[in-house]
């Protein structure tokens, strides 16, 4: 099993920054890939962005391409989402997610490809 927990969501200003974290812990595999999604009041889960552990390759979500960035630290067992220029439409619970099979080019946008879920972190955004 492994057991995922999010931090660093809360209320911001457009325009503004933050940074979530998502640490991983129990049973981690260096093939896992790591994912970021989202959901709003009212709407259906979406993906955000994703990332191979071993390889880094990343993909987002056209509507943050550019603001977002996905990273992650494999010593810490750690993934990261540094949000930027952020909109009141970002407003959400941001969810980690990890999938424990190999990342391949185009996977990994869909949340049934993923093994483990966080809680969640609400990030809010004011106009």
């Known amino acids: 099993q492994v057991q995922l927990v999010e931090s660093g969501g809360g209320l911001v200003q457009a325009g503004g920054s933050l940074r979530l974290s998502c640490a991983a812990s129990?049973?981690?595999?260096?093939?896992?890939?790591m994912g970021w999604f989202r959901q709003a009041p009212g709407k259906e889960r979406e993906f955000v962005a994703t990332?191979?552990?071993?390889?880094?390759?990343?993909s987002y979500a056209n509507s943050v391409k550019d603001r977002f960035t996905i990273s992650g630290d494999n010593a810490k067992n750690t993934v990261y989402l540094q949000m930027d220029a952020l909109k009141p439409g970002d407003t959400a619970a941001y969810y980690c997610?990890?999938?424990?099979?190999?990342?391949?080019?185009?996977?990994?946008?869909?949340?049934?490809?993923?093994?483990?879920w966080g809680q969640g972190t609400q990030v809010t955004v004011s106009s």
């Open positions: 129990g049973r981690t595999f260096s093939n896992y890939v």
């Open positions: 990332i191979s552990r071993s390889g880094g390759g990343t």
């Open positions: 997610a990890a999938r424990n099979r190999p990342y391949y080019s185009g996977c990994c946008l869909k949340d049934y490809e993923y093994d483990y």
